[in-house]
């Protein structure tokens, strides 16, 4: 009980700092979100390519993040994942949720830690999720993008006016991270530094045969519409491949699933029977570890399924 209590009052006094600075800064604030709703009602802007150095937007917390080693990482991981979020916005989201887990396995004793932990996980999870869709959604329009890079090419555009003519046609993530590309580029950054940046934000191996291409070709020279026309190809290609892989790997996957599901199942459909055989599972210290030892190797069987299922092709 006063571990509720004392965590009611940190986010009494948290919500109230945060309240008191939102009033006295309520002009300043209001500007900036009249300001920000023109932008976003303009119609497709290209990509900022301004640097975002504030953190946060408390300063104190803005002055910690700026000094603190795990920032880069996380900055990293929500670039990648296409998230707007700061990283203060992210770790608070993170201490919430953990908060929330504190709360409802407050009454279990031993399950307080596990429920901390997946709470303030949660959202790392969401970032790594998002993540691999963006990526899978790039790669699924990278062929069609280089496609009509090609044809401009063969139209008598430049490189960066034919990434530009592609990002105006293609939607997000692809549009949005060619357009930044061509800005950069306006901007004065050089090509390869450019398409590099879009490599750490996307991390695809296909978009680094692409970057690898163009960097090669600027070095050494070449038919660069034949080497890209043939790199569609090639990337079409591994799309089949792996499609035939899923193929015959959805058997195993399928056995992860159903290995894992079915402790699970058996666990509440005794606890559904007969709940009095299930009690000491909760009200004794000893069935508590044996339910956390259970969970804990159910997930990382799985995990161990699913990483001999998975092949790259």
């Known amino acids: 009980m006063s571990a509720l209590v004392l965590s009611l009052v940190f986010f009494s006094c948290l919500l109230l700092v945060v309240g008191v600075y939102a009033f006295a ?19 497709r802007l ?12 408390f300063p104190f917390l803005d002055r910690l ?9 996380v900055e990293r991981a929500l670039k990648r994942a296409g998230s707007r979020l700061s ?39 969401a970032l790594h999720l998002m993540r691999i869709a963006r990526r899978a959604r790039f790669e699924e329009q990278l062929p069609e993008a280089i496609d009509m890079i090609v044809n401009a090419m063969r139209a008598g555009f430049s490189l960066p006016a034919a990434m530009r003519f592609a990002g105006e046609e293609m939607d997000a993530p692809l549009g949005d991270e060619f357009l930044r590309f061509y ?8 090509g390869a530094t450019a398409l590099a940046n879009i490599q750490d934000r996307i991390e695809s191996q296909d978009l680094r045969m692409f970057v690898t ?16 026309a043939g790199l569609a190809n090639i990337i079409r290609d591994r799309e089949a491949l792996r499609g035939q ?13 159903a290995l894992s599901s079915l402790p699970v199942i058996a666990f509440f459909a005794v606890m559904t029977l007969n709940p009095v055989m299930m009690e000491p599972m909760f009200e004794t210290s000893l069935g508590r570890w044996l339910l956390v030892t259970a969970v804990g190797m159910i997930v990382l069987g799985f995990f161990i399924l699913r990483r ?3 092949i790259e092709p």
């Open 65 to 73: 993040l700026t000094s603190h080693p795990v920032t880069p990482a």
């Open 308 to 310: 001999m299922a998975r």
């Open 213 to 228: 291409a163009l960097t090669v070709q600027r070095e050494s020279g070449g038919n660069l519409t034949e080497i890209l």
């Open 245 to 257: 892989i899923d193929t015959l790997t959805a058997e195993p996957r399928f056995t992860g699933w």
């Open 46 to 57: 290209p990509a900022s390519v301004m640097r975002e150095d504030r953190k946060s937007a």
């Open 25 to 43: 800064n309520r002009r300043r604030l209001a500007a900036e979100e009249a300001m920000r709703g023109r932008l976003m009602a303009t119609p």
């Open 183 to 190: 800005d950069e580029q306006r901007l004065g950054v050089d």
């Open 87 to 125: 990283v203060g916005e992210f770790l608070l989201g993170s201490a919430a949720l953990g908060a929330i887990g504190l709360f409802i396995a407050q009454p279990y004793g031993l399950w307080v830690f596990p429920a901390v932990l997946i709470g303030a996980a949660l959202p790392t999870l």
